[in-house]
């Protein structure tokens, strides 16, 4: 699902739109319901609140900068994906225009590379949320698993050694 800030007739974009942000969180509510969620990656830019609140649920948030080597990794991940064809998209119009409005542009502080806008004016929002979903998913860390304790219980050593004095 990708949201997109409407064009007016003249072809510039509607200043008076937002992000649905009630839309949005009802709508990783709802894949947090269907789905194992490890982690939701947001670009902390008009979204801290809507981070915060999930993160006040009890779901598990992660800010992305879309800036530094964390964007390079993700770029660099993304594209590997798609190449391999491990990735697809359900060719949603909103989404596929995104990604033909993205390039990759070589980041002069460490050699990597990023997305940006092929060209000025064109959104790109979707595209970068992949590589947030795709970071999230390679990158983030496992959920805790279950300690040999809760899982099979404790031996009270102590306890057991008190019926060998008998």
């Known amino acids: 699902m990708a949201w997109e800030r409407p064009v007016r007739p003249d072809r510039t974009p509607d200043p008076r739109w937002q992000v649905p942000q009630a839309e949005v969180k009802a709508y990783i509510r709802q894949l947090a319901g269907a789905y194992t969620v490890v982690t939701v990656v947001f670009d902390p ?3 801290k609140l809507m981070r915060q609140d999930l993160q006040n649920e009890g779901l598990p948030v992660e800010e992305m900068w879309q800036t530094g080597a964390r964007r390079n990794r993700a770029t660099t991940s993304l594209y590997d994906q798609v190449i391999q064809l491990r990735i697809h998209h359900d060719c949603d119009p909103v989404l ?3 990604v033909a409005n993205a390039t990759t542009r070589a980041s ?9 806008k092929r060209r ?4 790109m929002d979707g595209a970068m949320a992949m590589t947030n979903v795709d970071y999230g998913t390679l990158f983030a860390a496992a959920p805790p698993t279950p300690s040999v304790y ?3 219980g404790f031996l009270d050593l102590w306890a057991d050694a008190g019926s060998m004095d008998e």
């Open 45 to 47: 830019w008009h979204s």
């Open 96 to 98: 596929a225009r995104h």
């Open 108 to 116: 002069a502080s460490d050699g990597g590379y990023y997305l940006a």
């Open 120 to 123: 000025a004016g064109r959104p």
């Open 150 to 152: 809760e899982t099979r």
